[in-house]
């Protein structure tokens, strides 16, 4: 597939500053509490290292998730669940992480999963939020920062698994 890449939305200082600013925001809120990190895989894996190395200062458990929607860059609106959380989470405070909240569906869905399993909150937090995409009503908690609604690439993004490691955010032509 021939992806041509329009501009760039966010470069690497600005990923970095978003990724300090809800680190911070994170560490106030959960010093002492010992959450549960949850990425949603695989989108989330570049974010997940960034965000947990900046609060290594804070303890935290991990478990992952894998979970999948996009076909050919579009929402099939159906969740595909590949992997689930294997750890214990009820009583627990749990932060799902992933790198873009867009229609909302995938956050949705696992934060009515993990109450279900007992978790005691279940807070999100993105490195970007396309807030004009949502199909139904949900915020992040912890956004790093808004971008536009247009398919974008890189940082964890990808097409049909290509530009995935990009280290900037991207949006590609129509
Ligand atoms: O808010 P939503 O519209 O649900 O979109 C967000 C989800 O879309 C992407 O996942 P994708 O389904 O592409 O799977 P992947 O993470 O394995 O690439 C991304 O990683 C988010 O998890
Ligand atoms: N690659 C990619 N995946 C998404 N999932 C939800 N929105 C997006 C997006 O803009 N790009």
């Not at 965000?51 to 999948?68: A, G, P, T």
């Not at 869905?109 to 007992?118: D, P």
């Amino acid at each position: 597939m021939d992806i041509q890449i329009d501009r760039v939305i966010m470069d690497e200082d600005q990923i970095q500053a978003a990724v300090k600013k809800v680190a911070g925001e994170i560490r106030r809120d959960y010093v002492g509490k010992r959450p549960v990190m949850v990425p949603i895989m695989k989108g989330a894996v570049v974010f997940t290292a960034d965000l947990l190395r900046e609060l290594s200062d804070i303890e935290f458990d991990f478990d992952y998730v894998d979970v999948s929607s996009y076909a050919h860059g579009e929402s099939t609106g159906e969740l595909k669940v590949e992997v689930n959380v294997r750890k214990d989470i009820t009583n627990r405070d749990v932060i799902l992480i992933d790198e873009v909240i867009d229609t909302g569906l995938t956050v949705d869905f696992l934060i009515k999963e993990f109450t279900k399993l007992g978790a005691k909150s279940v807070k999100t937090v993105v490195a970007v939020d396309k807030k004009a995409g949502r199909k139904i009503e949900i915020e992040a908690d912890y956004v790093g920062a808004d971008v536009p609604n247009e398919y974008l690439l890189g940082y964890g993004m990808d097409l049909d698994g290509s530009h995935r490691f990009l280290p900037q955010i991207v949006a590609i032509k129509a």
